[in-house]
């Protein structure tokens, strides 16, 4: 794609990096096939190209963000699809990631998406602060069906609607602290993310990753200061927000490598990991973390992909359950990891089924389900219907949105990964209903 920027626009490192993913683009157009808005909406300005085209006109022609660019770059669902399917190499994801900061420092939205976004950005990252919101949410549930009706209030309908009937009890395993690997055999140290939002809905998967590592001999790192990855804020254009987040999880796992070694930096949310493995070009242009981070980012892996990498002893029981495998975007398109779940999963005994159409989108796309709720649950009824299709007796996925977005429609349990994995080597067995 030709481009047109001026020399002063491009001493911008920001503008200057984005301008080189534009020339990438050759217009071809294989990226709509695998877009889920696309393919929902048929608008092709709700396609990546369709989406380039507007920020490269925002950004050439150095103008503010309008209410059309906006309302198309907002129903990106950041799944990065396109990537995976574009020859050209085009980095989708570091492109509209400067385009939602640039419409963040440049746009003023209604009162309120302003109100919305704002509330997410204050409570979803924090533990504390969300556990005592689902608290609340109890109160306003009976109301969803008249917010849903108001077109101002459908993110709060959506939010009302998604929020768990039963919250877990805090997980004492979410404290900074070491878990000993058992047995004589060391196979190495690891720390683990705590994060925000899953420690919160199910601090069970931390939990039975934990419990697994420590009986394959490996030792387990909670940071002393970890947090959320930053992600959340991160897609919503809140790039001071977003660095705050990666330089103290830079901090407190630089203390870890410095204070015994570290082989990985182990992570149970897909969608977490994809940020993290970004550390080092999302602070690249800071002197003082660009190669902290850049180590980091080096040492994060999901659970799956660590597991992979380990000589497992045979499973203890092999269960010969059906499971439907649904790979999630963070995953597949966003971490290029899609063989090892699902080895994993065989090599522990169970029937893997793969559902039609499984590089599209289940909606859930971080806050995507909350400030979208009509594409996310198109979106999520479509993946369902496949999922069931296989006629396995339970989903399995890598990522806790994905999890509570597939568990808000479908009829089987899902669960994460690491727990049938678990329950495979001597674990207990996840709950099925």
Not at 27 to 43: E, I, M, Q, S
Not at 95 to 114: C, G, M, N
């Amino acid at each position: 794609m030709q481009t047109n920027f001026s020399a002063a626009q491009l001493a911008d490192p920001h503008v200057a990096e984005s301008e080189k993913i534009l020339r990438k683009c050759v217009h071809c157009g294989f990226c709509t096939a695998t877009c889920p808005t696309y393919v929902t909406l048929g608008n092709e300005l709700d396609s990546p190209r369709g989406r380039i085209y507007l920020i490269k006109d925002m950004l050439e022609n150095g103008r503010p963000a309008d209410k059309e660019i906006v309302t198309h770059i907002d129903r990106c669902l950041s799944c990065l699809a396109c990537m995976t399917t574009c020859p050209s190499g085009v980095n989708y994801m570091h492109l509209v990631d400067h385009a939602r900061v640039h419409i963040e420092e440049t746009y003023k939205r209604p009162l309120a998406d302003r109100l919305t976004r704002a509330m997410l950005a204050f409570v979803l990252p924090y533990p504390s602060r969300f556990r005592a919101a689902l608290k609340l949410a109890k109160l306003g549930q009976p109301f969803a069906g008249l917010f849903e009706k108001i077109s101002a209030l459908k993110p709060l309908a959506a939010m009302l609607k998604l929020a768990p009937t039963h919250i877990p009890a805090a997980s004492p395993m979410a404290s900074p602290g070491i878990h000993a690997g058992q047995g004589a055999k060391k196979n190495g140290r690891v720390a683990i993310l705590t994060g925000c939002a899953q420690s919160v809905l199910d601090p069970g998967i931390n939990e039975t990753a934990i419990s697994l590592l420590t009986r394959l001999g490996v030792e387990v790192v909670v940071p002393q200061d970890e947090g959320c990855c930053g992600a959340l804020v991160h897609h919503m254009g809140r790039e001071g927000a977003a660095l705050a987040s990666a330089r103290r999880n830079v901090d407190a796992w630089t203390r870890a490598v410095e204070q015994g070694g570290l082989d990985a930096i182990v992570i149970t949310a897909s969608g977490c990991g994809t940020t993290i493995k970004d550390y080092g070009f999302m602070l690249r242009l800071d002197p003082a973390y660009a190669d902290k981070a850049a180590r980091v980012s080096a040492l994060a892996r999901d659970i799956t992909e660590y597991l992979a990498s380990l000589d497992l002893p045979e499973p203890v029981r092999k269960p010969g359950t059906i499971v439907a495998y649904h790979s999630a975007c963070s995953m597949q398109h966003g971490q290029k990891i899609t063989r090892q779940p699902k080895e994993l999963l065989a090599r522990a005994g169970f029937v893997v089924r793969e559902p039609r159409e499984g590089h599209l989108c289940c909606g859930s796309a971080g806050t995507y389900n909350i400030l979208q709720p009509g594409i996310s649950a198109t979106l999520r009824d479509r993946k369902v219907r496949n999922i069931e299709a296989t006629g396995a007796e339970i989903i399995a996925t890598g990522n806790i949105g994905c999890i509570t977005q597939i568990a808000s429609a479908a009829k089987l349990p899902v669960v994460h990964t690491i727990k049938l994995l678990d329950w495979a080597y001597g674990g207990e067995p996840p709950r099925m209903s």
